[in-house]
């Protein structure tokens, strides 16, 4: 026992929604899905509100999806403020805020992330691995403080992660965060059901299959691989 007690209203939410039947925050709940503990300072509020209406995947190797509540427009935001202000840590909220004053050199972010080999196990469009999630759209969907945070001490807020710490200095890992900070205009990805059904496994074998394309034709639209 944590001793650890959602807020009423939130918990409530939570509780209707059988949140922590898979996720967990802070030592309780399931462990089917992703901890939670920090998702008010790791994800930004507008793309938390528009996951809750219509989950994806971000991890394109998992058989498990997260359900679709059908909950309406106001009650997506109204969860996603919930979750920014109550399952938030303040140093890394802080430095979201701040974030201009220590934008990184995305040129140097973009050297270390080939020569760190974090598409190994990061996928980015069609090409990259699936042991982490899928970065694709990651400015869009992480804060800038959470980036620069986890890329410091991965291990700090989630101990059996698979990530490895590598040590990065401040400029480096600022310099990382205003690259990947950057991947939030990207064109859009194929999503995992039509790759599945054109016959392309998830995983990595994904860039493999695709790696010769610069654009599939689906559904009559052209989606960028790039």
């Not at 009423?8 to 059988?18: I, M, P, R």
């Not at 986890?150 to 059996?160: C, E, I």
């Not at 689906?218 to 790039?226: L, Q």
């Amino acid at each position: 026992e944590t001793g650890f007690v959602l807020a009423v209203g939130f918990g409530e939410s939570f509780a209707d929604l059988n949140c922590l039947s898979c996720d967990s925050i802070r030592g309780r709940g399931g462990t089917l899905a992703p901890d939670l503990s920090w998702e008010g300072s790791q994800v930004q509020p507008r793309w938390l509100a528009s996951f809750l209406r219509n989950p994806d995947t971000i991890r394109l190797n998992l058989v498990e999806r997260m359900p679709k509540f059908r909950l309406s427009e106001s009650e997506a935001a109204a969860l996603a403020r919930q979750i920014e202000l109550l399952l938030a840590d303040d140093s890394i909220s802080r430095l979201t805020r701040s974030y201009p004053s220590w934008k990184g050199d995305s040129r140097e972010g973009k050297r270390l992330y080939a020569e760190r080999g974090c598409g190994a196990c990061h996928q980015s469009g069609a090409e990259g691995g699936s042991i982490g999630p899928e970065l694709t759209h990651v400015g869009s969907r992480l804060t800038s403080g959470w980036i620069f945070s986890w890329l410091k001490n991965p291990q700090k807020y989630r101990p059996d992660t698979v990530e490895p710490n590598h040590g990065f200095s401040d400029a480096e890992a600022a310099a990382l965060t205003a690259y990947l900070s950057g991947w939030s205009s990207l064109k859009p990805r194929l999503p995992a059901e039509r790759l599945i059904q054109l016959g392309v496994p998830p995983g990595p074998a994904i860039g493999e299959c695709l790696s010769r394309l610069r654009a599939a034709r689906v559904d009559g639209e052209t989606h960028s691989i790039e």
